[in-house]
């Protein structure tokens, strides 16, 4: 699903913060506002962003006069001008804008395949849930990852979807077919399956920093804790050829690479259902010449008959 976010004049409220800190937002919301398009998703404006008010007393249109002593810094200006210019306009009213955001999770998004965010500088002072508002880049990925958890869609959506908002890992395209094996239903650990990609992606490449001693025995108990699900490495030897599985390296080399470290999902994310399911989640911490370096995920899928 694509997602819409709209600028409004809302989106740049900053009543409680200091000059500099609005035009260090600025400049932040402006990279974010480029990396946004860049990666597919379309950002709207209203109207009434002319409204919005800058330092002493001007509005955002008097930027377009050059007679107009604003008192922000030049390349601030630019950038405000880049986020106006380069959104398309849109015919909706605020009203009807807040309402779309708020109320979304009603429709059926696996059919609409849409979802609608609001940008914005800093926490605003209206009731609209945080998840929908979008900060910055960080906020940008929560926001995509909270809605595949919510609405994972079937196997090929949900691996491409992978790929965009954990761009630390990568899923062998075997995952597709490997998904729908999960004992339980694979959609029913969604939220489960998000949350611990997120991890994988946002916490596991600490460890594997340079400087750091990276041991595979003393690292994955604790990232296990960190996670809240098991993660431990794979026990006897002989099960190695069942969890190699082939990627290709940047010179186009096939290479065989055993994901040894995996997560355990023995309990799906369905409230009441206390049934216990083996499915696994098997990773390798990464090579350099494999996909840049990212962590390396072979398998999901029930678990794996040795």
């Not at 004049?9 to 500099?20: M, T, W």
């Not at 849409?114 to 926001?143: S, T």
């Not at 995952?175 to 729908?180: K, Y």
């Not at 596991?204 to 400087?211: I, K, M, V």
Request: charged share 25%; with cysteine.
């Amino acid at each position: 699903m694509q997602a819409e976010f709209y600028l409004l004049n809302e989106s740049f409220y900053y009543q409680h913060s200091s000059l500099q800190e609005f035009e260090e937002s600025i400049k932040k919301l402006s990279e974010d506002f480029d990396y946004i398009k860049d990666n597919g998703d379309s950002i709207y404006k209203h109207d009434s962003i002319y409204e919005t008010h800058l330092p002493e007393g001007y509005t955002m249109v008097d930027l377009y006069d050059p007679d107009k002593a604003i008192p922000i810094n030049r390349d601030v200006k630019r950038l405000l001008l880049k986020l106006m210019n380069h959104s398309k306009e849109t015919s909706w009213t605020n009203k009807e804008i807040k309402e779309l955001i708020s109320n979304q999770l009603e429709n059926d998004l696996c059919q609409e395949k849409q979802v609608y965010g609001l940008l914005a500088l800093l926490q605003l002072p209206q009731n609209i849930n945080d998840v929908f508002i979008v900060h910055n880049q960080r906020n940008w990925f929560e926001f995509h990852r909270f809605f595949l958890a919510k609405y994972p869609c079937n196997e090929t959506y949900f691996v491409e979807k992978c790929d965009k908002v954990f761009p630390r890992v990568f899923l062998h395209p075997q995952v597709t077919d490997t998904l729908p094996t999960m004992a339980g239903g694979w959609q029913t650990y969604s939220q489960s399956l998000v949350s611990f990609l997120s991890k994988l992606n946002d916490i596991f490449p600490q460890y594997l920093e340079n400087g750091t001693n990276y041991q595979r025995i003393n690292v994955l108990p604790e990232f296990s804790t960190k996670c809240g699900i098991k993660v431990t490495p794979q026990g006897n030897l002989r099960d190695k050829p069942k969890i190699t599985f082939t990627f290709t390296n940047h010179r186009g080399e096939k290479e065989s690479i055993c994901c040894e470290p995996h997560a355990k999902f023995d309990k799906n994310d369905i409230e009441g259902d206390d049934s216990y399911y083996a499915n696994r989640l098997y990773f390798h911490e990464g090579k350099r010449e494999i996909e840049n370096g990212k962590i390396l995920v072979g398998y999901i899928g029930k678990h794996i008959d040795f």
